[in-house]
């Protein structure tokens, strides 16, 4: 995958909320553009269409693009930035206030001085523990993180029946944090102890599905 994939899904997702609010006067606008630079496949299209608020609409084609690869993801920024949508959203103009380049990461620092010693200083990495199970107030964190495919990543990367998922769906009826949350949690109590946070993390961040790379990466993290 090209570039910085989590780059782009990262802007997208720390100014969701005002990216709603700058959009969400003219949603089919902007999923009529979306659509036309196939931004968005066929169903991800006629599922927004079908939406009849116009917040949800917005909230949905974001949670798509958090989906996708770079390419597409810096593509839907560069949409957002455009002149004609600056001018139609005037409230889109803090995308372009925003710095282009990334700092340098202490560690990316780190690992450049290190470059530079003879071999024999370099530090050994020391191999991190693996993870313990994943816990509830984790399972919450992720379902935060998954758009409304979620029944997708659940058959493709849990393993969730469909009749499964559509019993949680009215289980859980307008509740799509829930519906994830309990997914999430049936995954768990069927793999019992072989439900650690470094499987689920392996399991979501596998290309064929759709969970944004680098947005999970707490789990990864040591409890």
């Not at 902007?30 to 036309?36: A, D, F, G, N």
């Not at 169903?43 to 079908?50: D, F, I, N, P, T």
């Not at 029946?161 to 509740?175: G, H, K």
Request: glycine share 4%; with cysteine; hydrophobic share 35%.
């Amino acid at each position: 995958m090209d570039g910085d994939p989590a780059g782009g899904t990262k802007i997208i997702q720390k100014f969701k909320l005002q990216l709603i609010d700058a959009l969400c006067g003219d949603a089919d606008f902007v999923l009529q553009h979306c659509h036309s630079l196939r931004l968005l496949s066929q169903r991800e299209y006629e599922h927004v269409k079908a939406t009849a608020v116009p917040s949800e609409k917005v909230r949905d084609i974001l949670d798509y693009m958090m989906t996708k690869n770079s390419k597409s993801v810096q593509s839907f920024l560069d949409l957002l930035k455009a002149n004609e949508m600056q001018e139609t959203f005037h409230k889109l103009g803090f995308l372009k206030k925003l710095p282009q380049g990334r700092p340098e990461t202490a560690e990316k620092k780190k690992t450049k001085r290190q470059g530079n010693l003879p071999a024999e200083e370099v530090p050994l990495k020391q191999p991190r523990k693996s993870s313990g199970m994943v816990t509830e107030k984790q399972l919450m964190l992720v379902a935060r993180r998954i758009g409304s495919n979620w029944k997708e990543v659940g058959r493709a990367a849990l393993e969730i029946s469909s009749t499964r998922l559509e019993q949680i769906i009215e289980e859980n009826p307008r509740n799509l944090r829930e519906c994830v949350f309990t997914m999430l949690r049936d995954w768990t109590m069927r793999e019992r102890e072989k439900a650690t946070a470094d499987c689920l993390h392996s399991l979501l961040t596998q290309e064929e599905n759709a969970v944004a790379p680098g947005s999970i990466d707490f789990l990864l993290e040591d409890n």
